[in-house]
C-alpha cells in the first residue's frame, strides 16, 4: 500500500543555508535520500570527520535495508509477506517479533483501535469495496499467536505494519547513527526524527502538510528530541471529499470522520507512529485521553471543519 508522507523539511535547496542546515565550520555534512517501506527516506548527518559521517549514513540504510526484508509488503520474500501468504512464520526475526509486541500493546491500550490484522479491509476499500460482517471477523489482534520460535495467524487473516514499522525503522536508524558517534543528525523515514540539533546550533524543524492545501503548512514544529509522526486522510483517498481513505477503522472497516491529519510526537518513532494511527481511529476525545496516558508524548490534531488542537508540550513555532 502507498504509505503516508506528511512532514517535510522547510526550504528548498536554496533556503537551507537561510535555515542552518548547511554546516557550519568544524562539520561536515553527509546525506543521502532513497526509498525504503513505500516512503521516500532522508538521512542527513552532521560530524567532524566526513568519512565518519559517511559510514553512518551507510550502517543507517544497512539497518533500513534489514527492516524492509523482514516487514515489508512490497518484497514477496519479506518475512511479513510469507507470513500472510502461509498463515505461519517459523524462526521469526527479532525486530519483527519487537513491533508485532509493541503493536500488540497498543491494541490492547485501545480497545483494538489499533490492530495490524486489518490487512484484509484494507484491501476491500482499495477496491471501492464496503466490508461486509464476514470480512469484519478476519480482523481480531487477539488471534495473532506470538513466541520467539512461530507466529500464527487465524485462516484468512492478514497482516500489515503500516502504521507501525516507519516509526521502529526510525528508531533503528537514530540507534545506528548514534553508534557511530554522530550527535547531530536528521531522520526522515516517513517518520521524523533528529538528534541534537543544526550546525549554528538551532533546533531542527519541520513543516507539518496542511491537510487541505497541497503548499501549505498546517503549523511549523522543533523537532526536541522526540520523533514526529503523522496520520492524515489525504495522502491516499478513494473518495474526492477524503471521506474514505486509506486509514480504516479495524472495528467498522469504515475510515473515521473526525480528523483530517494527527501528529504526534513521542520518545521513540514506533510510539509515535502507532499513537498517530490509533488517535486518528479514535476519534478526539479518547485520543486524547490516550495522548494524556503516555509519557513523552504530545499532539496536534486537525478535523475536518479545519479547526487545529494542540497539546501543550507540543513544540509548534508557527
Not at 553527509?30 to 570527520?49: N, P
Not at 524462526?91 to 500493546?105: F, Q
Not at 486489518?118 to 478476519?138: E, K, Y
Request: with cysteine; glycine share 10%.
Amino acid at each position: 500500500m502507498i504509505r503516508r508522507r506528511f512532514l517535510f523539511m522547510l526550504g528548498g535547496a536554496g533556503g537551507l543555508a537561510a535555515l542552518g542546515l548547511l554546516p557550519a565550520r568544524g562539520f561536515r555534512k553527509a546525506e543521502r535520500t532513497s526509498r525504503a517501506l513505500g516512503s521516500q527516506v532522508s538521512l542527513t548527518a552532521l560530524h567532524e570527520d566526513l568519512a565518519t559521517a559517511e559510514r553512518a549514513i551507510d550502517d543507517a540504510f544497512a539497518e533500513l535495508e534489514l527492516v524492509e526484508e523482514v516487514m515489508s509488503l512490497y518484497r514477496p520474500h519479506s518475512q511479513i509477506c510469507r507470513l500472510n501468504r502461509e498463515g505461519t512464520l517459523e524462526k521469526p526475526h527479532p525486530y519483527l517479533l519487537d513491533v508485532l509486541r509493541a503493536a500488540e500493546r497498543m491494541s490492547r491500550r485501545t480497545d483494538g483501535a489499533f490492530d495490524v490484522t486489518v490487512q484484509p479491509l484494507w484491501v476491500l476499500r482499495s477496491a471501492g469495496r464496503i466490508p461486509d460482517p464476514a470480512d469484519l471477523r478476519l480482523v481480531d489482534w487477539r488471534q495473532v499467536g506470538l513466541s520467539d520460535e512461530r507466529i500464527r495467524l487465524r485462516s484468512g487473516g492478514r497482516i500489515t505494519l503500516n502504521g507501525i514499522a516507519q516509526g521502529f525503522a526510525a528508531d533503528r536508524v537514530r540507534a545506528a547513527l548514534q553508534a557511530r558517534s554522530i550527535r547531530h543528525a536528521l531522520v526522515d523515514t516517513g517518520e521524523l526524527g533528529a538528534l541534537g540539533r543544526k550546525a549554528d546550533g538551532t533546533p531542527w524543524t519541520a513543516g507539518i502538510q496542511h491537510p487541505r492545501e497541497a503548499d501549505a503548512y498546517a503549523a511549523i514544529a522543533e523537532l526536541d528530541g522526540r520523533f514526529m509522526a503523522t496520520s492524515g486522510d489525504y495522502a491516499t483517498r478513494f473518495s474526492a471529499d477524503f471521506r474514505d481513505n486509506h486509514i480504516v477503522d479495524p472495528r467498522t472497516g469504515l475510515s473515521p470522520v473526525a480528523f483530517s491529519s494527527v501528529t504526534v510526537l513521542a520518545p521513540t518513532g514506533m510510539e509515535a507512529d502507532a499513537l498517530s494511527t490509533a488517535i486518528f481511529v479514535l476519534g478526539p476525545e479518547k485520543g486524547l485521553d490516550l495522548v494524556r496516558a503516555t509519557p513523552g508524548a504530545d499532539a496536534l490534531f486537525v478535523r475536518k471543519d479545519g479547526r487545529v488542537t494542540v497539546t501543550p508540550g507540543f513544540p509548534r513555532t508557527a
